[in-house]
């Protein structure tokens, strides 16, 4: 089989699409937290993407992302049957997951497909885990079978309350340690604003808190210093040194400003690619 063909595509929501990818030497070393970078074609950027899942002995690696920008769009016009251009990983330092009894996994909207692959180590570990997840509505919601399959609770949140309980993840965070929870640690995966306000929360009740990051990314090599963040008062590299952090020493608000840098480039370039899926250009 060629490498990088893709073996299945499924539609999560309207913007989310999964897909899994035949890359044996990627799915034999694979593990929680790690990502890959793939281009789509010879001319096409490098974009990020956690691992999902592997399948080891079928050589393959699942890949959920959303569909918001020109590189995705592209992505999600391939087919099985289709193949990459690249497919380079595994990437990043795997999730610690050493000596937990108990954990909160926490995900935001696309990053609970980032949360997932570590809430199912660690019940494969055997620890106690408690899932929040959270989306703006019942559309949106993904996932909810995996984490059932891997989680001791799971709580679903949605800002409008369409599905599950209508609220914050932090607001079922408190209500689950106010009611007795006692957590080794705090895994928290979502938007920028999301981690900070959880770990906010968390240091009220001094819980050790990761958060993975995924700041704008080229090289996946620590050479381009594109991803780099301010952890602790030092300068930090998402690609090599994490993509997880101690979310008390990230300053959020910093990247959360570079996240912005790209953001009228970013949309140039999605509409440009939105009208030439349009014209029927390939």
Do not use: W
Not at 123 to 150: Q, S, Y
Not at 155 to 169: A, F, H, N, P, R
């Amino acid at each position: 089989m060629k490498k990088y063909t893709i073996i299945n595509k499924k539609t999560l929501n309207s913007t989310v699409t999964e897909m899994v990818i035949y890359a044996p030497l990627v799915a034999a070393k694979a593990k929680a937290g790690q990502f890959i970078i793939l281009r789509v074609d010879s001319e096409g950027e490098r974009i990020p993407l956690t691992v999902a899942a592997t399948d080891k002995n079928a050589g393959t690696v699942k890949i959920i992302f959303q569909i918001v920008g020109a590189t995705t769009i592209k992505l999600n016009t391939l087919n099985i049957g289709d193949s990459l251009q690249d497919f380079v990983g595994p990437l990043g330092k795997p999730t610690n997951l050493d000596g937990i009894k108990r954990a909160c996994v926490i995900g935001g909207g696309v990053g609970s497909a980032i949360a997932m692959p570590i809430a199912k180590a660690l019940h494969e570990k055997g620890a106690i885990v408690d899932t929040i997840i959270g989306f703006r509505n019942k559309e949106l919601v993904i996932l909810e079978n995996e984490f059932k399959n891997c989680s001791d609770n799971l709580k679903i949140m949605t800002d409008d309350g369409s599905y599950g309980e209508k609220g914050l993840v932090t607001e079922a965070l408190k209500k689950n340690i106010e009611n007795g929870a006692v957590y080794d640690e705090i895994f928290a995966i979502g938007p920028l604003i999301m981690m900070k306000f959880v770990v906010e929360t968390a240091k009220a009740y001094n819980i050790k808190t990761t958060v993975s990051m995924n700041p704008i990314m080229i090289d996946g090599t620590g050479m381009c210093g594109g991803c780099r963040l301010m952890v602790g008062g030092k300068i930090k590299f998402a690609c090599v040194d994490g993509p997880d952090f101690n979310g008390y020493e990230v300053d959020f608000d910093a990247a959360m400003e570079r996240n912005s840098t790209y953001k009228e480039f970013e949309s140039t370039a999605r509409d440009a690619s939105c009208n030439l899926f349009k014209k029927g250009v390939e």
